[in-house]
Each structure stands twice: as C-alpha cells, then as structure tokens.
C-alpha cells in the first residue's frame, strides 16, 4: 500500500509559527534553491519577530517594479538581531534522558513488516511538514488509536528539506522526544515552543558563524557580457558574505542546523592546505555514530549523481565525466541514495546505493596543464638564479596550494600525457562516511551549476522564456540573422547547431566561474583498475590538485523529487538479502509519503511512478529538477494507474 498525503491539518499552526522564525535571516528563510516559503507570516510572542504586513509589493511591470519596506521591519529586524546578538554563543545540543517511551522507540521489536515514512524535498516548507506529521502520528499512537507505534517504521527518507527532517528524527535525541513524547502531565510540547527554540539555535548559528565565500572568477574578461555575468555573481557573493547568509556553502548551511540538533556535530573550521577558508568535511559525525532519536529504521537520503562536473580550484577547474552503465544515454543524470540501516539489522543494505553504477565511478577528464610563463619572473622554490636575473627577477614563488604551482614547479614529466586520464573509484566502506556531506549534497538544489550539461539544458529554457523579450529589443540589422536562427533553434525547428556554436562556447570556454563550489564534494576511493583494492601508486601532484574533489553531487531533486523510487528499491534490497528485522512473507511495503505538491499527477512528482501518467520501464525523458533540465529514467514502480482517491489534507492556500 502506499499513501500518498500532503501533511495534516496540524502543520497549518507548525507551518506558521516557523515561517515566523525563518522571517529572522531574510533570505535564508528560503530553501537557495528557488523553493518557496512558507505564505503566512506571523508573530511570534516570545521572540518577537515581525511579519511582512507592513512590506508592499507592487507590480513587475516597467517603472512599478519595486519594493517598500518600512521603518517599522526595519526596527523589528534590528531588535531581534540584538537579542540574538547578546544571546550569543548559543547553547551546544546535549543528550537527553530517554523517556520510558523513547526507549521503546529504541529497542528492536522483531521482524515487522516493511513500512517506510517518506518526506519530499521542499526546504524548510516540507521539513516543518515532516515534523507536524511526526507530531500527529505520535498523538495517535499515544492514544493507541491504530494499534502500533514508531517502532512499526523500518524506513525513514527524504530528499532536501524532508531529509532535513529526517536526518534530525534520526540522530537528534531530543529532537525525536520533542516531537513524539508526552510529558508527565501527559500534554506534548507545543509546537510553538519547539519552532523558538529551533530557530533561534538556527538563526545563531546563520548570523554569528565563521563566513565563507565562493570566489567568483572570469577566465572570459574582456568579453562584454560575461564581464557582466561575472561582476553581477560577485556583487551577490559580496552581499551574501557581508549579510553571513551561507546561500553558496552547504556544509554551513547544513552545519549551523544539525549542530543545534545533534550533540557533537561541529561547525569550527579546519583549514586545508588548498582551501584555507573552507569548512572541513572531516567532521565528527559519521553514520557509524549512535543514531539517539529513531535507530532501527533505516535512514534514507535521496542525492543525484550528474553525468559531468567541473572539479578543482577556481580558474585549475576541469570538466570531469562520468563513465555511464552500458545503454544509459549520454547526458543523463543518476539517482543514488545513501543508506544508513536499521541498528540491529545485519543483512540489512547500508552505504550509497546507486542503481547501475555498482561500487564506485569512473571518471574521465584531460590531464591537467596551464600556462607556466610567469615562473620567467617568479623563480620556482630551490631555482638557482644568479647575476642579474635573480636580482631583478629571482623572487621564489610562494606554493598557493594551486595545481599549476605543483604542475610548474613540481619537477613533473609532461613529455608524454595520454589523451584522458581515468579515475577508477569506489563509494566509503558503510559507517565511514559523513553525515554532513550528504545532508549538504541532499541539499544542493543550486549544485546544479556545477554540471555543464544541465547548466546548458537550464540556459536553453531560460531564452525560451524571454524568447518575448527579442521582439521587444531594438536590434541592429546585423542581428538580424542571428535573432532569426535563436528563433528557430529556440522554437524547436532546428538542430542543437545555435546551442553549439553560442550556448556551448560559454559554457565551455568561460564557466563554471567559480559555481561549481555549489555543488558537494563527493568522498571517493581512488582503486585500481579492477577495484578489487585502494590505488597503491599517487597521482602526479598537479593532478592530485587538480582532481579535488573527485566528484560532486547535487540535490536529488534532479532525480525524484520524492525520494519514493529509491526508497522503496532500498525496502525491496533488504527484503531479497533476508534483513532480519523484516517480515517480507506477503511481499507488502507500506509507504507513508509526505508529499510538497497537490493532487494534480502533472505537478506532484508523483504521475511518473504510476502506469498511466509515467513513461515505460527503460526508457529517459527530461522531467528531473525544475522544468525538467535533468534527463533521468523512468521512475514507472506501479503497473496499477494513478490513484483517483487522493484526499488532500492541508495545502499551501489553507495558509493564507
């Protein structure tokens, strides 16, 4: 059975209450993938945030486009930053006695039939509904209304914001108790309450951190446009440092949430040689760790894989690709999962599942180069100059950690590079593996431009869009032709030739300009060629360099936004390996999904998977991320059609 339902009529007050909280940093309020908050703003007594009552919003048309904030939220603001201001440093998450309750939730309870509780991506609007949820199914279990308990859940996943929630629910101890148990007086802990104190903990940690920040670079400069492009990604990466808005890093994104959630998750940063103001990824949580919240299910986080991305720092970036399955087409974006299982379980699936790829990636890029004439005037380290040359250009460069000090001045043979250079890989051994990499990676729905094949199929829906807008330009006739050919190509009467010669040449010979760093590092074992052991012999240091990270990933909403595919291939693996803890004798999976969308097959995320609103077993077609810029599989699991006895109960327009 699955159920397929929105979050219940209890998220209207969760929803917001923590729309309110989130109001506190602006626009990290907002999912920085383009996901939406929540509609209603509204006070919050205790910490007194303001809404959005006073702020007027006129029309986008010509003149009119503007906004008005008053002086009022401007006060507003400024109170409640000071009052987190002097609450500073913020409390650290301490484990909880378990209540007798939550120690039941803990302990296994003998093979169960597989039941899974799915929350989708949608930032901050599906993890509140995750929690409201949570909420309202611990009401019904503790009036043993339906006869079972959060024991009875062998599967907990999500994408993005749900598996915000979920990864939460799973680690956090009291984060787990606030939302399931009951107090001595037998009353929960109002939601209210438990959304102040989250966010207050979260915005902390927002505006109070260490900074970051993404160095946006031209290798295009004196091209008009791109000259624009790239100052207009610098104004913004400029704004967001100074407002401490992580908008460009999902490690402290990520890390400023779960380290108000989960006790010993730390955010301090650990410089690295090529990359001094980076956050470390080697942080202290990894899914070895004791789970303290819901621990015999097994934890499920949706992420994609794209067919190529851009690896290395900043102008040494190199395009890297992905050797694709045999009979998977070119360009076409993979799901994967990492999975953390059951703690009783033995047989149980634990690691990254990814469908078609086996054990690891190989992967694929030119070998590294760059041009070494500025060591005529910056002599290399131990570079014997004498005479008048060494007094007026002798001056010994200094190592910045770059792949074209190490490949000039690291005594390489560059006499005989192949055509490409492969890297064999193989996924972390289960347990090894960090907490934070993958919430980040679940989380990278702006990672997207990291991948240069889904930032052209996005450049191409972008001009469709403003295809309009050319009617209105006034253009020189010697544009002419070229207007009339992007109409064609645009329009879908011609060939890719326009997205080759214009599309592709920037992309190509100008990005990522440093948005590759949008997109997460993916932890990977360099192996040799049969990948029966770890890679004895090192890469050429320039190449070391250069292919850091090996990989990256980006949020699993360019592959299933619902995370139900994955989900329920995960339930199915562990019922074939003989987990155990499941009693898979009927064949029977139950999945609760808690879904951002309506009833609508088209809209949902959810016609895919059935027999006819999906596309046939084995074939690909363009439906992953928005407007469909990721060619995927077909997510088709259900030969039954799509269900007509949807019953929603709560949407967005309830909250308004």
């Given at each position: 059975?699955?159920?397929?339902?929105?979050?219940?009529?209890?998220?209207?007050?969760?929803?917001?209450?923590?729309?309110?909280?989130?109001?506190?940093?602006?626009?990290?309020?907002?999912?920085?993938?383009?996901?939406?908050?929540?509609?209603?703003?509204?006070?919050?007594?205790?910490?007194?945030?303001?809404?959005?009552?006073?702020?007027?919003?006129?029309?986008?048309?010509?003149?009119?486009?503007?906004?008005?904030?008053?002086?009022?939220?401007?006060?507003?603001?400024l109170s409640t930053y000071m009052q987190l201001h002097?609450?500073?440093?913020?409390?650290?998450?301490?484990?909880?006695?378990?209540?007798?309750?939550?120690?039941?939730?803990?302990?296994?309870?003998?093979?169960?039939?597989?039941?899974?509780?799915?929350?989708?991506?949608?930032?901050?609007?599906?993890?509140?509904?995750?929690?409201?949820?949570?909420?309202?199914?611990?009401?019904?279990?503790?009036?043993?209304?339906?006869?079972?308990?959060?024991?009875?859940?062998?599967?907990?996943?999500?994408?993005?914001?749900?598996?915000?929630?979920?990864?939460?629910?799973?680690?956090?101890?009291?984060?787990?108790?606030?939302?399931?148990?009951?107090?001595?007086?037998?009353?929960?802990?109002?939601?209210?309450?438990?959304?102040?104190?989250?966010?207050?903990?979260?915005?902390?940690?927002?505006?109070?951190?260490?900074?970051?920040?993404?160095?946006?670079?031209?290798?295009?400069?004196?091209?008009?446009?791109?000259?624009?492009?790239?100052?207009?990604?610098?104004?913004?990466?400029?704004?967001?440092?100074?407002?401490?808005?992580?908008?460009?890093?999902?490690?402290?994104?990520?890390?400023?949430?779960?380290?108000?959630?989960?006790?010993?998750?730390?955010?301090?940063?650990?410089?690295?040689?090529?990359?001094?103001?980076?956050?470390?990824?080697?942080?202290?949580?990894?899914?070895?760790?004791?789970?303290?919240?819901?621990?015999?299910?097994?934890?499920?986080?949706?992420?994609?894989?794209?067919?190529?991305?851009?690896?290395?720092?900043?102008?040494?970036?190199?395009?890297?690709?992905?050797?694709?399955?045999?009979?998977?087409?070119?360009?076409?974006?993979?799901?994967?999962?990492?999975?953390?299982?059951?703690?009783?379980?033995?047989?149980?699936?634990?690691?990254?599942?990814?469908?078609?790829?086996?054990?690891?990636?190989?992967?694929?890029?030119?070998?590294?180069?760059?041009?070494?004439?500025?060591?005529?005037r910056f002599s290399c380290p131990g570079e014997d100059?004498?005479?008048?040359?060494?007094?007026?250009?002798?001056?010994?460069?200094?190592?910045?950690?770059?792949?074209?000090?190490?490949?000039?001045?690291?005594?390489?043979?560059?006499?005989?590079?192949?055509?490409?250079?492969?890297?064999?890989?193989?996924?972390?051994?289960?347990?090894?593996?960090?907490?934070?990499?993958?919430?980040?990676?679940?989380?990278?729905?702006?990672?997207?431009?990291?991948?240069?094949?889904?930032?052209?199929?996005?450049?191409?829906?972008?001009?469709?869009?403003?295809?309009?807008?050319?009617?209105?330009?006034?253009?020189?006739?010697?544009?002419?032709?070229?207007e009339e050919e992007f109409r064609w190509w645009a329009?879908?009467?011609?060939?890719?030739?326009?997205?080759?010669?214009?599309?592709?040449?920037?992309?190509?010979?100008?990005?990522?300009?440093?948005?590759?760093?949008?997109?997460?590092?993916?932890?990977?074992?360099?192996?040799?060629?049969?990948?029966?052991?770890?890679?004895?012999?090192?890469?050429?240091?320039?190449?070391?360099?250069?292919?850091?990270?090996?990989?990256?990933?980006?949020?699993?909403?360019?592959?299933?936004?619902?995370?139900?595919?994955?989900?329920?291939?995960?339930?199915?693996?562990?019922?074939?390996?003989?987990?155990?803890?499941?009693?898979?004798?009927?064949?029977?999976?139950?999945?609760?999904?808690?879904?951002?969308?309506?009833?609508?097959?088209?809209?949902?995320?959810?016609?895919?998977?059935?027999?006819?609103?999906?596309?046939?077993?084995?074939?690909?077609?363009?439906?992953?991320?928005?407007?469909?810029?990721?060619?995927?599989?077909?997510?088709?699991?259900?030969?039954?059609?799509?269900?007509?006895?949807?019953?929603?109960?709560?949407?967005?327009?309830?909250?308004?």
């Amino acid at each position: 059975m699955i159920t397929a339902t929105q979050s219940p009529a209890r998220a209207r007050r969760a929803a917001a209450t923590f729309a309110a909280l989130l109001t506190l940093v602006l626009l990290a309020a907002v999912h920085w993938s383009g996901h939406s908050a929540p509609r209603l703003m509204e006070w919050s007594k205790d910490m007194k945030i303001w809404g959005i009552k006073d702020m007027k919003i006129w029309g986008i048309n010509g003149d009119d486009d503007k906004i008005q904030l008053s002086a009022d939220t401007a006060g507003k603001y400024l109170s409640t930053y000071m009052q987190l201001h002097l609450a500073n440093p913020r409390p650290e998450p301490k484990d909880v006695p378990l209540t007798p309750r939550a120690k039941d939730a803990t302990k296994p309870r003998g093979p169960r039939r597989p039941m899974a509780l799915a929350v989708s991506g949608g930032g901050f609007r599906t993890m509140t509904a995750g929690i409201a949820y949570g909420r309202a199914l611990s009401h019904a279990f503790k009036d043993d209304t339906v006869g079972m308990d959060w024991r009875d859940f062998t599967h907990l996943s999500g994408n993005s914001g749900g598996q915000w929630f979920a990864t939460q629910f799973s680690f956090g101890g009291k984060f787990f108790q606030d939302i399931t148990q009951s107090g001595a007086d037998g009353r929960f802990r109002p939601l209210k309450d438990f959304f102040s104190e989250w966010g207050r903990t979260y915005a902390q940690g927002i505006l109070f951190g260490p900074k970051t920040t993404v160095n946006i670079y031209n290798a295009c400069r004196g091209r008009g446009m791109t000259d624009i492009f790239a100052g207009f990604l610098r104004a913004v990466s400029n704004l967001l440092r100074a407002a401490n808005l992580p908008a460009q890093d999902w490690h402290r994104f990520i890390n400023n949430m779960m380290s108000g959630v989960i006790p010993g998750w730390r955010t301090a940063p650990k410089p690295r040689p090529t990359e001094p103001n980076a956050y470390s990824r080697d942080l202290d949580i990894k899914y070895g760790a004791p789970r303290a919240g819901l621990p015999e299910a097994a934890l499920i986080q949706q992420i994609a894989i794209p067919p190529d991305t851009w690896v290395g720092k900043d102008e040494d970036a190199q395009l890297v690709r992905l050797t694709l399955p045999e009979g998977v087409p070119p360009g076409a974006t993979l799901p994967a999962v990492h999975v953390a299982k059951a703690r009783s379980s033995r047989e149980g699936f634990a690691g990254f599942f990814a469908p078609g790829l086996c054990d690891g990636l190989t992967l694929t890029k030119r070998p590294y180069t760059c041009d070494c004439s500025w060591t005529a005037r910056f002599s290399c380290p131990g570079e014997d100059r004498s005479g008048l040359m060494n007094r007026m250009f002798g001056k010994p460069a200094a190592d910045d950690g770059s792949a074209c000090f190490a490949y000039c001045c690291g005594g390489e043979d560059h006499a005989q590079e192949a055509a490409n250079r492969t890297l064999r890989t193989r996924w972390p051994r289960p347990g090894d593996a960090d907490v934070s990499e993958i919430t980040a990676m679940s989380s990278a729905a702006a990672g997207a431009a990291a991948s240069p094949t889904i930032v052209k199929a996005a450049f191409k829906s972008v001009f469709k869009d403003v295809l309009a807008v050319f009617s209105m330009l006034d253009k020189r006739a010697s544009d002419a032709p070229t207007e009339e050919e992007f109409r064609w190509w645009a329009a879908g009467k011609s060939d890719d030739a326009f997205l080759e010669k214009h599309i592709g040449e920037f992309v190509d010979e100008c990005m990522p300009l440093g948005l590759h760093h949008l997109a997460v590092d993916v932890t990977l074992n360099r192996t040799e060629a049969n990948r029966s052991r770890i890679a004895s012999s090192p890469l050429p240091p320039s190449e070391e360099r250069a292919w850091s990270p090996s990989y990256r990933g980006i949020d699993g909403v360019y592959v299933d936004n619902t995370a139900l595919a994955m989900t329920v291939a995960t339930m199915i693996t562990d019922c074939l390996a003989g987990d155990e803890t499941l009693d898979c004798a009927d064949k029977t999976l139950d999945v609760v999904l808690v879904n951002d969308g309506n009833s609508d097959p088209a809209a949902n995320g959810l016609g895919s998977f059935f027999s006819d609103t999906g596309t046939p077993v084995g074939t690909y077609h363009h439906s992953g991320g928005p407007k469909g810029l990721a060619l995927v599989p077909s997510q088709m699991i259900f030969a039954e059609p799509y269900p007509k006895n949807v019953t929603n109960y709560f949407t967005p327009s309830a909250i308004a």
